[in-house]
């Protein structure tokens, strides 16, 4: 069968792969509509991966199910979580560790262990506890958007606990820090305020409920974000950015605060930080760092919020191409980052 992935790194192509094989437990699903994602072309300029099929974000139709699948069939609309955890994985069992089933984000399966869902069809794992029937009331589409960005971003937002009221700054607003705009803004922050430049992302970041934006190509941003706030912020999320980034989230955070990152870092980065700015140690701020939660009841629930007219996860849909051999061309665009981009996706009609 065919897919886009990568030869190796810096090298992009359509690939011929083996169609994959459906275990006992598990689905093949033909997928109807998919996203690419930066983590795709940050992973193709830089990841040891070789030919390999990327994508991680689709919804699709079941082709076919295991002997023991029992919630599922060929036919079933389905949406597919970017981590599909193996439910039997010790640390599973002990810790509900969702992203991080067999290690380090080892319930990343695809890009990370096998071929992604940019291929005709692709393997899903362990289906009864990995995919999630469309649901009644929420787009495709709109669905397509909970399966890593909304996710990712209000795993963030968890990670970063924000209260009734606290005053955050969200570094990066590019489709997961937008999903982190609205996701603070649904547990009750007051101020918000958003960091990036890109125009769409910037308006969309208003639409979600920022109260502020601040630029990181006019002025130092820790500057910025104390002149506003008279001394700094509650909660720091960091959903963009490069490794000088983690200082400057720290600098700007209050004492007792929390620094939550979603971002991902280049492989070389390394965080420098003097030991004043964390207050000698003493500041009680806390440094998180996260992974997109796996499963299927994870994306039940961020299903459920848009069901019932919490969030319209749309709005980061920002360019729209159909046929399956336009997934090239949206992931160039993805990796483009031009001013009116925030999300593609492809719809394979
Ligand atoms: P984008 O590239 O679309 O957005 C990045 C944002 O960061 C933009 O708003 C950009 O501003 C801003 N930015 C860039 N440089 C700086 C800087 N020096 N200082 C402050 N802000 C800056 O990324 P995505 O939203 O698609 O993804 C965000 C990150 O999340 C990526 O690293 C991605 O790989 C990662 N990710 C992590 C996951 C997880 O589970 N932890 C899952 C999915 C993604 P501008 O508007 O100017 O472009
Ligand atoms: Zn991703």
């Given at each position: 069968?065919?897919?886009?992935?990568?030869?190796?790194?810096?090298?992009?192509?359509?690939?011929?792969?083996?169609?994959?094989?459906?275990?006992?437990?598990?689905?093949?699903?033909?997928?109807?509509?998919?996203?690419?994602?930066?983590?795709d072309?940050?992973?193709?300029?830089?990841?040891?991966?070789?030919?390999r099929i990327l994508g991680h974000e689709a919804?699709?139709?079941?082709?076919?199910?295991?002997?023991?699948?029992?919630?599922?069939?060929?036919?079933?609309?389905?949406?597919v979580?970017c981590c599909t955890?193996?439910?039997?994985?010790?640390?599973?069992?002990?810790?509900?560790?969702?992203?991080?089933?067999?290690?380090?984000?080892?319930?990343f399966k695809y890009l990370g262990a096998k071929d992604g869902v940019f291929?005709?069809?692709f393997h899903?794992?362990?289906?009864?506890?990995?995919?999630?029937?469309?649901?009644?009331?929420?787009?495709?589409?709109?669905?397509?958007?909970?399966?890593?960005?909304?996710?990712?971003?209000?795993?963030?937002?968890?990670?970063?606990?924000?209260?009734?009221?606290?005053?955050?700054?969200?570094?990066?607003?590019?489709?997961?820090?937008?999903?982190?705009?609205?996701?603070?803004?649904?547990?009750?922050?007051?101020?918000?305020?958003?960091?990036?430049?890109?125009?769409?992302?910037?308006?969309?970041?208003?639409?979600?409920?920022?109260?502020?934006?601040?630029?990181?190509?006019?002025?130092?941003?820790?500057?910025?974000?104390?002149?506003?706030?008279?001394?700094?912020?509650?909660?720091?999320?960091?959903?963009?950015?490069?490794?000088?980034?983690?200082?400057?989230?720290?600098?700007?955070?209050?004492?007792?605060?929390?620094?939550?990152?979603?971002?991902?870092?280049?492989?070389?980065?390394?965080?420098?930080?003097?030991?004043?700015?964390?207050?000698?140690?003493?500041?009680?701020?806390?440094?998180?760092?996260?992974?997109?939660?796996?499963?299927?009841?994870?994306?039940?629930?961020?299903?459920?919020?848009?069901?019932?007219?919490?969030?319209?996860?749309?709005?980061?849909?920002?360019?729209?191409?159909?046929?399956?051999?336009?997934?090239?061309?949206?992931?160039?665009?993805?990796?483009?980052?031009?001013?009116?981009?925030?999300?593609?996706?492809?719809?394979?009609?």
């Amino acid at each position: 069968m065919k897919g886009f992935g990568m030869i190796k790194a810096g090298e992009a192509a359509w690939l011929e792969k083996e169609r994959p094989v459906c275990g006992p437990l598990d689905a093949i699903v033909k997928p109807t509509i998919v996203a690419p994602c930066s983590s795709d072309t940050h992973a193709y300029h830089t990841a040891a991966y070789t030919d390999r099929i990327l994508g991680h974000e689709a919804v699709g139709i079941v082709e076919e199910v295991g002997e023991l699948v029992t919630k599922f069939k060929p036919g079933d609309e389905v949406v597919v979580p970017c981590c599909t955890p193996n439910w039997l994985a010790s640390n599973m069992q002990e810790m509900l560790y969702t992203a991080h089933d067999e290690g380090l984000m080892a319930s990343f399966k695809y890009l990370g262990a096998k071929d992604g869902v940019f291929g005709e069809v692709f393997h899903v794992n362990q289906a009864d506890a990995n995919l999630v029937h469309m649901m009644d009331g929420v787009k495709p589409e709109a669905a397509l958007m909970t399966v890593d960005m909304m996710s990712t971003g209000f795993h963030a937002v968890e990670n970063a606990e924000i209260k009734f009221g606290d005053t955050v700054c969200v570094i990066g607003i590019g489709p997961v820090g937008l999903m982190a705009v609205a996701g603070c803004a649904i547990r009750g922050a007051s101020r918000i305020i958003a960091v990036g430049t890109r125009p769409k992302c910037v308006e969309a970041a208003k639409e979600y409920g920022a109260t502020d934006i601040v630029s990181y190509k006019t002025g130092d941003i820790v500057e910025q974000v104390k002149e506003l706030t008279g001394g700094g912020v509650d909660k720091t999320i960091i959903a963009g950015g490069n490794a000088d980034t983690m200082l400057q989230a720290i600098m700007m955070t209050k004492p007792m605060g929390i620094v939550s990152n979603v971002n991902f870092f280049d492989f070389s980065a390394e965080f420098k930080i003097p030991a004043l700015a964390w207050g000698l140690g003493m500041a009680n701020i806390d440094i998180r760092g996260g992974f997109c939660p796996g499963g299927a009841r994870r994306i039940e629930r961020m299903m459920e919020l848009i069901k019932y007219g919490r969030i319209d996860t749309t709005k980061i849909i920002s360019h729209t191409f159909h046929g399956f051999d336009k997934i090239e061309d949206a992931f160039w665009l993805m990796d483009s980052k031009v001013p009116e981009l925030i999300k593609p996706i492809v719809y394979i009609d």
